[in-house]
């Protein structure tokens, strides 16, 4: 373990040399045009050198050397949990390929830790389950799907940074978490908290995945939510001209009664649809 500690703290000096200079390349208010993809495509080239590189007080092994070594599925757990401690930024990439190896039974041990209430509200260890979470998106096995959107039902507004976790992990597995997500919202008869996140992944992840189904379920949706304007906001985001005059049915049946602002921001999706909103303003 202590090897792994000594990676994982040559892994925060790396980066944080990373960080200097590129900030060292920018002046004034340049700095906050640099996104964070745009900071992690300028860090990659240093932590693949980092990879690569013998570190001698690992016995000359390279950090790649070392992880591709982990043959022990619990000892790789344990070394997983140090990392989330340590570590400022994410977790090496190296050391995610290497979970890769364990198959399904990584996804297990990471869907254990991330639902374990001592780790989530632990101020020390939270980042265990953040890191869990995020890390089954980046492995993209379905049979992640349900128990994550299992876990995304039990939590509330109190959970935010984990509701947001999720919602991006299931993105991140992408089309096969379509089915899943339209079960769920159909079942739902008043759209909620959670459901407004997993609208969200639906929409992110259908952008590219088009079908009638999807359409449908977000078009469902909206006549569902409360906040009619995050389900207007959701069918425009997701492009698809047909609901346009449900969108248009609903301003002219409750003009009199909505509120200024959901009146506006839904006609203003209208238009982003590529509808006419002339005689609705």
């Not at 340049?30 to 080239?45: C, P, Q, R, V, Y």
């Not at 590189?53 to 599925?73: M, Q």
Request: aromatic share 8%; charged share 30%.
């Amino acid at each position: 373990m202590e090897k792994a500690k000594l990676i994982f703290e040559n892994y925060n000096h790396i980066i944080e040399k990373g960080y200097d200079k590129i900030l060292s390349g920018f002046k004034g208010d340049d700095i906050l045009k640099l996104g964070e993809e745009k900071i992690n495509s300028l860090l990659k080239g240093d932590i693949k050198e980092w990879e690569h590189t013998p570190i001698p007080s690992l016995d000359g092994l390279s950090p790649k050397e070392f992880f591709y070594s982990l043959n022990d599925l619990a000892h790789t757990m344990e070394i997983f949990r140090m990392g989330a401690e340590i570590c400022d930024k994410d977790l090496p990439e190296v050391f995610l390929d290497r979970l890769e190896y364990f198959g399904e039974s990584v996804v297990e041990e990471l869907l254990k830790l991330s639902v374990d209430t001592v780790l989530i509200n632990s101020s020390e260890n939270y980042f265990i389950p953040i890191l869990s979470i995020r890390t089954l998106g980046r492995l993209k096995k379905e049979s992640a799907i349900e128990p994550l959107l299992d876990m995304a039902y039990k939590l509330n507004e109190e959970n935010e940074n984990l509701v947001e976790e999720i919602n991006d992990a299931l993105v991140a597995i992408g089309k096969p978490v379509i089915n899943h997500i339209i079960d769920r919202i159909m079942d739902q008869k008043r759209i909620g908290y959670i459901d407004e996140y997993v609208l969200n992944a639906l929409v992110r992840v259908g952008k590219d995945n088009k079908s009638d189904e999807i359409f449908r379920c977000l078009k469902e949706a909206f006549a569902k939510m409360d906040d009619r304007i995050l389900g207007a906001l959701c069918l425009s985001d997701y492009g698809d001209g047909r609901a346009i005059p449900a969108l248009r049915g609903f301003l002219e049946k409750n003009r009199a009664s909505v509120d200024r602002q959901t009146y506006l921001e839904i006609a203003a999706a209208i238009k982003r649809l590529g509808g006419n909103i002339d005689d609705l303003i």
